[in-house]
């Protein structure tokens, strides 16, 4: 909007109104797009959900049920941002991967979510001594940055295939937290 500060005449602000009409339809559209994908793999990741029926994967699902909600609900869009959205996808995909293999191996998922559960719990903990602490905008920073690295590490763990956008690992994250 520097662009606006030199509007003097009509003329300089009609060329303003046409660039930023054209500019906010475009990145409005491709917002929506974003956002019908993530509903889209919502829906998917919920019907994959309602299917598992196996009590050798209640843990799994629960987990993956915890983890839909986390990451789509109301206001979804201005929470994560516009840039995230399409990640959110990969993570639910990476949700309804896992679901399929945990059929196979319930075994091998749990020893999976464990190293999850287990760097989740330090984030939580984290989380909540920052609420308690005085205001700290590199804290704060930091801590979502960790949000998302740890659904990079279910992507990683469950879903190699579908690549991570940062290298993930266990150790980066707690070194993450402990910053």
């Given amino acids: 909007m520097?662009?606006?500060?030199?509007?003097?005449?009509?003329?300089?602000?009609?060329?303003?109104?046409?660039?930023?009409?054209?500019?906010?339809?475009?990145?409005?559209?491709?917002?929506?797009?974003?956002?019908?994908?993530?509903?889209?793999?919502?829906?998917?990741?919920?019907?994959?959900?309602?299917?598992?029926t196996s009590l050798a994967l209640l843990s799994t699902v629960t987990d993956v049920r915890a983890q839909l909600t986390a990451l789509v609900h109301d206001g979804v869009a201005g929470e994560v941002g516009a840039a995230r959205l399409p990640h959110v996808v990969r993570y639910l995909r990476a949700a309804r991967h896992r679901l399929a293999k945990a059929a196979g191996d319930p075994g091998r998922d749990q020893s999976l979510a464990w190293q999850v559960a287990e760097v989740q719990e330090a984030y939580d903990d984290a989380v909540r001594a920052a609420r308690a602490a005085a205001p700290d905008a590199t804290r704060e920073e930091r801590l979502a940055e960790v949000r998302w690295m740890l659904q990079e590490l279910r992507v990683s763990l469950f879903a190699q295939q579908l690549g991570t956008a940062q290298p993930v690992s266990v150790k980066r994250i707690r070194n993450a937290l402990a910053g």
Wanted: charged residues 35%; hydrophobic residues 55%; proline residues 2%.
């Fill in 2 to 52: 520097p662009a606006a500060l030199a509007v003097r005449d009509a003329d300089a602000y009609a060329a303003l109104r046409t660039h930023l009409r054209d500019r906010l339809e475009d990145r409005t559209y491709a917002v929506a797009r974003d956002l019908v994908a993530v509903l889209g793999a919502a829906r998917e990741l919920e019907a994959d959900l309602r299917a598992a």
